[in-house]
């Protein structure tokens, strides 16, 4: 009997080991601004997996990532790369080695803090008319 409750016991210590109890949930919203004249499509690139995001002029599409418990597939910063298209004719494509401000990868880097409070934090990116100027060509391909 002693055997099988030191089992137990033991058992018990090597499962709970590592783990964190949390309190409270952390929460960081981040704000994607479209001032650029043109509907925007995003298309971030994370390990082989693409995903759409579309921000329509003058509208803003959010996304919030929950640090204690949320995925990361969906989140646009933590893509590989991304490729933003302008208006269905122009792109540009971000990969995350690009040190440039403009990079959306880039998040704490190229993001405005407009929100701090206890547990919650939010940031904002604004596409302008001038990233859009600064495109390629999609020459009839853009996806």
Same mark, same amino acid.
């Given at each position: ?16 080991? %590592? ?5 409270? =949930?952390?929460?960081? #919203? ?16 994370? =390990? %082989?997996?693409?995903? !759409? ?7 803003? &599409?959010? =996304? ?5 418990? %949320? ?11 991304? !490729? ?7 792109? !540009?494509?971000? #990969? ?14 190229? &993001?405005? !803090? ?15 008319? =001038? ?8 020459? %009839?391909?853009?996806?």
């Amino acid at each position: 009997m002693k055997k099988i409750i030191s089992s137990v016991f033991a058992l018990f210590v090597v499962v709970s080991c %590592g783990r964190e109890i949390v309190d409270s =949930q952390m929460i960081d #919203k981040f704000n994607y601004v479209n001032k650029s004249n043109d509907d925007i499509n995003i298309f971030s690139y994370h =390990q %082989g997996k693409k995903i !759409k995001h579309d921000i329509f002029k003058d509208k803003t &599409y959010s =996304q919030q990532l929950e640090n204690n418990f %949320g995925s990361i597939d969906d989140i646009i910063f933590y893509a590989d790369s991304v !490729k933003i298209i302008y208006g269905n004719s122009k792109y !540009k494509t971000w #990969k995350s080695t690009d040190n440039d401000t403009r990079n959306i990868i880039l998040r704490f880097d190229n &993001y405005t !803090k407009t929100s701090e409070k206890e547990n919650y934090n939010e940031y904002q990116f604004i596409f302008t008319t =001038q990233d859009a100027s600064l495109t390629q060509p999609c020459n %009839g391909n853009c996806n």
